[in-house]
DNA sequence: ATGTGTTTATTTATCA
DNA sequence: TGATAAATAAACACAT
């Protein structure tokens, strides 16, 4: 039996890989991002093994951050003082963890960008960034098209693209993916997920339920996150009720979206124009879908283009 | 000086 | 066992 608090079990390296538990910490906070130097304490608070050499996980994870496009960079905003940005979780990269290994995903999540956004996706940050009343752009309808896309961006797709079966989202790190769905996942050398936990010495099911331990306390986190999964808590665009009340009204806050719900939207192309109503479309919205499109048009100057394509690319 | 972020290259580990 | 995801190392730019 795992031992809290015992070393020889708690320095074991955690059956997490840097994303994984990237994803964990920005999950874990209340507002779905995180600064990098918070993902570091976040991990070195509930992992002793990431206490030690931190020079060389701190570089891996912050490789992962830069190289994943489930990771999205929110910047700062002059008020909110501090170094780097805030980092968030692509609205769109769903069930990173369906297959229950939390050490290797099936595929990488990658943001294919078929097509840029015109010169208008600067005004649309603008606008993203600062509008507050209800507007409408006159916006072609493709780039209408496009801005409803990313208006509904805090849903999740299921992570895959064989539309059909959508049963629904079940967050990467909901409970019933860390110690339910009879652990369908198989973890490296065959051994189910609990069995190969247990062996290292973490909790398994029977005892995560009653366990939030000061060895285990983000078992909690995860316990709470399962209730992200429960559709009534969040309204539209999926953002949870509670992220969307407790902005503020006047100053927008730099909060992140929610990482996806599965909640039914029309689909992009069966919005005519974009219109915007601030009590549907709130701040944390805003604040992703800007920085998507800023890194897009950045890193992309030369689009002439039209809608922001996200999908997942087998490569 | 240090923290943050990007990128390339190489090696290791996992999974189908 | 091959493909590829993940880990590691390292060089570099930039901001504070």
Redo the contacts with the bound molecule.
Sequence with gaps: MPRPGKNSYSDQKPP????SLTAMAIQSSTEKML???DI?KFIMDRFPYYRENTQ??Q??L???????DCFI?IPRRPDQPG???F?ALHPDCGD?FE?G?F??????FKVHRAEHLASKSHQMIHYFHHQHGQTKLGLTSSESAAVAGIGRLPHFQPYSLNGGQSTGFKHPFAIENIIGRDYKG????GLPLASMMHHLGYPVPSQLSNMVSSMWPHVGMMDSMASMTVPQEYGHFGMPMKTICHAPSQTIPAVPVPIKPTASLPPVSAIPSLTVNPSSMCAPTATVAASILEQSASTHPDNKGSMLHSVLVH?
């Design positions: 997490y890989s840097y994303i600064p990098l130097s570091y060389r996980w570089n891996s912050r490789h992962n951050l830069s190289f994943n960079k170094k780097g940005s980092w990173m297959n290994s050490l290797r995903r099936r595929k990488r198989v973890m490296s050398g490569s």
